[in-house]
């Protein structure tokens, strides 16, 4: 099934997160970085741990990867949660790319100051719309996303009811 599309438009910014002992850097391009994200992206963003082939793949074919837009938070020193901004500065469009959290860290806000650092880095990026895709089951994604000002593209009937089934799972009228 196609994913869900998120649109995200040059506006007011959402809530200033609070890492609460979290501590949130860019990557740093190591093998040990590779690995990390490797570790967080295999609950919920790929079947299994993949090997460092398939970052270089996920990682490079959506244009220019900026370290400093590509995000690892840490908790206690282990890496909990990624996200990376991809900028087209020729047409003022980013793309959210492989936002991810392992379970142990959920439900911590982690997704929510990603979503609002990621709309932070569109801003000072130049960037004036942005979209990313996700699935209907990401619920807690979807809450953030939205939260951060992302809005849901409804391109067709299918979408306007599944992202209907999506809103009244969230509670949102």
Request: glycine residues 8%; contains cysteine; charged residues 30%.
């Amino acid at each position: 099934m196609e994913q869900l599309k998120m649109i995200w438009k040059k506006g007011g910014a959402p809530v200033q997160p609070v890492w609460d002992g979290a501590v949130c850097r860019c990557f740093d391009g190591s093998d040990k970085d590779v690995d990390a994200w490797l570790d967080i992206v295999q609950y919920g963003l790929t079947e299994k741990r993949e090997d460092k082939a398939f970052f270089y793949e996920c990682m490079y074919s959506h244009g220019e990867l900026e370290y400093d837009k590509f995000f690892i938070v840490e908790c206690d020193g282990i890496p909990a949660a990624t996200l990376a901004v991809i900028c087209d500065y020729e047409k003022k469009q980013g793309y959210i790319h492989m936002v991810g959290c392992k379970p142990e860290f959920r439900g911590r806000g982690i997704g929510s100051n990603l979503a609002y650092l990621a709309a932070c880095t569109l801003v000072s990026s130049g960037m004036e719309t942005a979209y990313l895709t996700t699935d209907d089951f990401r619920l807690p994604a979807i809450k953030s996303y939205l939260r951060a000002g992302f809005y849901p593209a409804v391109p067709d009937e299918e979408h306007e009811k599944r992202w209907n089934d999506v809103y009244e799972k969230l509670g949102i009228k």
